[in-house]
């Protein structure tokens, strides 16, 4: 698996596609694997490249993004790496209002890697869907347009959460029951 997803990720460099990269996603590999998580929501799917890293447990996957190109590129990657993923062709802000209001699932982590501007509006409702001890993983946390989110995240009563210092950050945050 690890030499495939060299290639993948080389290509992405290539291309131009945004992915988590080998860094972080050894980093998210560990955490997949400490933990365990049989549901995860990603938010931001690009080609597949983290999907894979969080799918490798054999998770189920539910992923959400909005370009059909990149989407149909997760599709066959996801098929490569025989992951369990079902692709969301929509808004991911969108996507987790509707799974809150119809109170369809939850949980056991949700990691965050899309438009930064979309990662303080989706907050309150990932929290809603994450179960109890869920976890609350979001990439790029230092970047510009995540301020309100990553101070959000800090001092949340229900998330206890550390920033991880590896290139632009991620956080990293454990729901609490109250």
């Given amino acids: 698996m690890i030499d495939k997803l060299r290639v993948l990720e080389q290509n992405s460099i290539q291309r131009g596609i945004p992915i988590l990269g080998s860094e972080k996603g050894a980093w998210l590999l560990s955490i997949v694997q ?11 799917t690009a080609n597949g490249y983290s999907g894979i890293i969080l799918g490798s ?5 539910v ?5 059909i190109v ?3 590129e997760a599709n066959y990657n996801f098929a490569q790496f025989r992951i369990d993923a ?5 808004d991911g802000v969108e996507y987790v209002q509707h799974v809150v209001k119809e109170k369809k699932e939850q949980f056991d982590l949700i990691f965050i890697d899309f438009a930064k501007k979309k990662y303080f509006p989706v907050l309150k409702n990932c929290i809603k869907l994450l179960k109890d001890n869920g976890i609350l993983i979001a990439d790029n946390i230092t970047m510009e347009g995540c301020q309100n989110f990553r101070e959000a995240v800090l001092h949340h009563p229900q998330l206890q959460t550390e920033i991880i210092n590896i290139k632009d950050g991620l956080s990293y945050s454990i729901k609490r029951h109250l």
């Fill in 34 to 44: 400490k933990h365990k998580p049989q549901r995860i929501l990603e938010l931001g």
């Fill in 57 to 61: 447990g054999g998770a189920r996957i």
């Fill in 63 to 67: 992923t959400v993004d909005i370009n």
């Fill in 86 to 90: 079902e692709i969301r062709l929509e």
């Fill in 70 to 72: 990149l989407a149909t």
